[in-house]
């Protein structure tokens, strides 16, 4: 827990629990936390704390949430290409079942949902669905393990949950809200721009006001897909770190810290997997609505 | 909680990690599934078919069974009948036959009797002849009178 050398408050625990390993661009003449100022051209770098963080602005990536993004990305398509390789029509066992028995229940949801020809959606909702419980996975390991070893290492930040980043969940949503769009213009053609413009009051005169709800209302659904998965987890990622921090308190304080540790944690196996699930159906309710014509 | 370029990465990463799912992933599976499906399903009718050719093989035994004793039981019946008019036609001929031979063997008893009779009776009246032969012999001419002793044995 404690930075080398130097005293360690539980706020400072706390920030630096929630920074992300950044590297980016610092804007030239920017002094840097060594005293350092930055050449002419700018300068890529890893960041070190909140200033060089909020001085890189958007040229900068969370090279953690974004690793462990792609790594547990790249997890879930080894282990189901590796069943996909040898499902078979035979009797399957073990693994081959517990993944046949996601993909099962993954169809049925979206069949029971989108009523459409759509190769598309079965897959995107797996993906989705496995991709995001993964992510969400990683709130469960003990907060304090990976970064410890990652500063061991040399590594300074390390944030592991990636949907505790909203650049993770948001990117998730667009490719979403991206899809929404496509497929609404792909099917409806003109009817959706009808269905923005004509709705709910269905006469010439509103066409700016319904304009102006419908874009807010078709706004709003890739916001709160991607920052109802971030809140969820950003604020589950919290607690565990409040109670992480509950332990250095004293040692009346360990027992009890357990305990809520114990508790909050089966309580989150609940929460990860309720809101991968809620992610993956509302991806599923969102893109059938886009493939209704009215 | 900064946006930067990791929403981009991540974007890229969402359409890899999908499209991968979409072209490798989920047909196959998918696929399987159906496929096990489709054999379950049809084991299943092949299952049903079976117990109704079993229970359709097993009401023609019981039919054939039945039949068979039927059968059986009436050709012990006809055989029993077809005994019973063998002994009876084996009694008739026999009391026939036995009839027969006692009348047979009562005719040619009544035949023998007649021959001793007629024998006797020839013998006696040779007998006779030889006694009034002897008697007669003197006044009585033979040849005469055996000619009307003759007529007298036929006329007996």
């Known amino acids: 827990m404690a930075a080398a050398g130097q005293e360690q408050t539980v706020s400072d625990y706390i920030v630096h629990h929630l920074t992300n390993l950044t590297y980016g661009k610092l804007p030239e003449g920017f002094e840097r936390y060594d005293g350092e100022t930055v050449a002419a051209g700018g300068q890529w770098t890893f960041a070190h704390g909140a200033d060089e963080i909020a001085a890189m602005g958007f040229n900068a990536i969370h090279v953690d949430s974004l690793g462990w993004s792609i790594g547990l990305g790249i997890i879930f398509c080894a282990l189901f290409r590796w069943v996909a390789v040898r499902a078979s029509a035979e009797t399957p066992s073990g693994l081959i079942n517990f993944i046949e028995m996601i993909v099962e229940f993954i169809d049925n949801q979206v069949k029971d949902t989108f009523h459409g020809n759509n190769k598309l959606i079965a897959p995107l909702s797996l993906t989705i669905f496995v991709w995001v419980f993964l992510m969400n996975l990683m709130d469960l390991i003990p907060v304090d393990v990976v970064p410890e070893l990652m500063m061991l290492a040399g590594v300074e930040y390390q944030k592991i949950v990636p949907s505790t980043d909203p650049n993770i969940t948001m990117g998730m949503a667009i490719g979403v809200f991206v899809l929404m769009l496509f497929y609404s213009i792909k099917v409806k053609g003109f009817g959706f721009v009808k269905e923005l413009t004509m709705n709910p009051f269905n006469h010439w005169a509103f066409i700016p006001v319904n304009l102006f709800m419908e874009v807010v209302g078709l706004l709003a659904k890739p916001f709160s897909l991607g920052l109802r998965l971030f809140g969820n987890m950003y604020a589950g990622e919290m607690i565990f770190i409040l109670i992480a921090a509950l332990f250095s308190a004293g040692i009346f304080w360990l027992l009890p810290a357990a305990l809520l540790q114990i508790g909050w944690a089966i309580f989150h196996i609940l929460v990860i997997t309720l809101q991968a699930f809620i992610f993956m159906v509302l991806t599923i309710v969102y893109l059938s609505m886009a493939h209704e014509d009215h | ?156």
């Open chain 2, 1 to 156: 909680m900064n946006i930067n370029l990791t929403i981009i990465g991540q974007i890229l990463a969402f359409i890899a990690f999908v499209a991968f799912c979409m072209r490798y992933v989920w047909p196959p599976i998918l696929a399987a599934m159906e496929e096990r499906q489709q054999k379950i399903a049809d084991g299943l009718a092949a299952a049903d078919r079976a117990s109704h050719d079993l229970e359709l093989a097993q009401k023609e035994a019981v039919d054939r069974l039945s039949e068979a004793k039927k059968e059986a039981a009436s050709i012990v019946e006809a055989a029993n009948k077809r005994a019973a008019t063998v002994v009876d036609e084996a009694k008739v001929a026999a009391v026939a036959e036995a009839d027969r031979v006692k009348e047979l063997a009562s005719a040619e008893v009544e035949r023998e009797k007649a021959q001793a009779k007629e024998q006797l009776l020839t013998q006696v009246s040779a007998l006779a002849i030889a006694g009034a032969e002897k008697v007669l012999a003197a006044e009585i001419d033979a040849d005469k009178h055996a000619a009307l002793l003759e007529q007298l044995v036929k006329e007996q």
